[in-house]
C-alpha cells in the first residue's frame, strides 16, 4: 500500500525516523529532523526543519494536524530556535510549536500555539487553546492557560500520572495503526 508522506531532504539534511516510528499518512517531514523510539506523528502534521533542527524524543506523540518549525539566527537569538521536544512529551491535534524546548513529559494541549524561545520544563502543561508567547516558561509541574498564556496553578500528581498514561496509550495506537496500514 502506498500512502501519501513526504520525506525529504533539504540543504543536504535529510530526516532520521527511527524504525519503530509511526508516521500517519498526509505527513510532511522534512530537513534536518531526529525522530525517536516508539514516536507517532499522526494524520496531516508538517514537520519542516529547513533553517535548524527539530529533535523529537522517544514515545513522544505528535496529534493530527499539528505544524512544527523552527527559526534561523537573528539579533535575539543568535543561535536560532531549533525545536526540540523530549521523551514522552504529548502535543494536542492542531497545535503550532514554533522555536521551543519542551523538556521530558511536556503537555502541550489542543490548538495551542508555543513561540520562539520558549520552555515547557518537564511535567508541565500548556492548557488547550493557550499562546505561550516568545521567550516564556512554564516551571515544572505547572499549568498554563489563555492568550496570552499565564500561569493557572501547580499540577497535582493524578494529573501527571495521567498525561503519562496519555503517553502509553498513543504509543500503543501508535503500534496499532501502523500495523493496519501496513508497509508504507
Known sequence: MRHDI?????????????????????????GDVEIGPDVSIWYNCVIRADVNRIVIGARTNVQDGTVIHCDSPDAKYPEGCPTLLGEDVLVGHMAMIHGCTVYDRGFIGLSTTVMN???????????????????????SG??????????????????KADMQEGVAHYVENGRAHKSALGPA
Open 6 to 30: 513526504t520525506i525529504a531532504a533539504i540543504r543536504g539534511k535529510a530526516p532520521r525516523i527511527h524504525d519503530t516510528a509511526f508516521i500517519a499518512p498526509g505527513c510532511r517531514i522534512i
Open 117 to 139: 524561545g520558549c520552555v515547557i520544563e518537564s511535567d508541565g502543561m500548556l492548557a488547550a487553546g493557550a499562546l505561550l508567547t516568545p521567550g516564556k516558561r512554564i516551571f
Open 142 to 159: 505547572q499549568l498554563w492557560g489563555g492568550r496570552p498564556a499565564a500561569y493557572m496553578r501547580d499540577l497535582t500528581a493524578k494529573a
